[in-house]
C-alpha cells in the first residue's frame, strides 16, 4: 500500500473514488460538516486530501487533515478517515503525516474520532487526551 498527498487542483480527479470512503465520518459531526463543505476545503487547499492505493492504483482509503495554528503551538488536525484494510495502510499514512507535519513547521498531531481510533493508533503513542460531549438544542 502507497500514502500521498493529492494536490488541490486534482481534488477532482479523485474525489468520486473518496467521497464514500469519508460520507460515514462525515455523518457523525452531527452537522457540523456536510460532505460539500469538505470538498470545498480540500479545493480551497484549506484542508489536504490523502489518499492510501495499492500497487494496482486502487484506492483504498483516504484522509482530510488540516493545519491548526494556536495561539501557541501548530498542530496537524485529522478530520476525517474512512477506507478499506485501514491496518494494511495506517503505519504508511502515520509515517508520511508526521514527516508532512514537521516540514510545516507542526509541533503535533490532533485528532477526533470514535474510541476505537485509540486501540488502532496505541502502536504510534496516540494517547487520548479528551473526550468531547454534545447535546443539541
Excluded at 473518496?18 to 460532505?35: C, I, Q, W
Excluded at 488502532?120 to 494517547?127: F, N, P, R, T
Aim: aromatic share 12%; proline share 2%; net charge negative.
Amino acid at each position: 500500500m502507497h500514502v500521498s498527498l493529492v494536490p488541490a487542483e486534482h481534488i477532482d480527479n479523485v474525489w468520486d473514488s473518496v467521497k464514500g470512503f469519508l460520507l460515514p465520518a462525515v455523518k457523525v459531526t452531527n452537522g457540523r460538516y456536510m460532505l460539500y463543505d469538505v470538498y470545498v476545503s480540500l479545493r480551497d487547499n484549506t484542508s489536504q486530501l490523502w489518499i492510501a492505493f495499492s500497487d494496482e492504483k486502487e484506492i483504498v482509503g483516504c484522509e482530510v487533515t488540516c493545519i491548526t495554528d494556536y495561539p501557541s503551538k501548530r498542530v496537524l488536525t485529522s478530520l476525517f478517515t474512512g477506507g478499506r484494510h485501514f491496518n494494511k495502510w495506517k503505519a504508511q499514512l502515520m509515517d508520511v503525516l508526521v514527516r508532512w507535519a514537521e516540514d510545516n513547521e507542526c509541533v503535533a498531531l490532533e485528532g477526533y474520532g470514535r474510541k476505537g481510533w485509540l486501540r488502532m493508533l496505541d502502536a504510534y503513542g496516540v494517547k487520548q487526551s479528551l473526550i468531547m460531549f454534545e447535546k443539541d438544542i
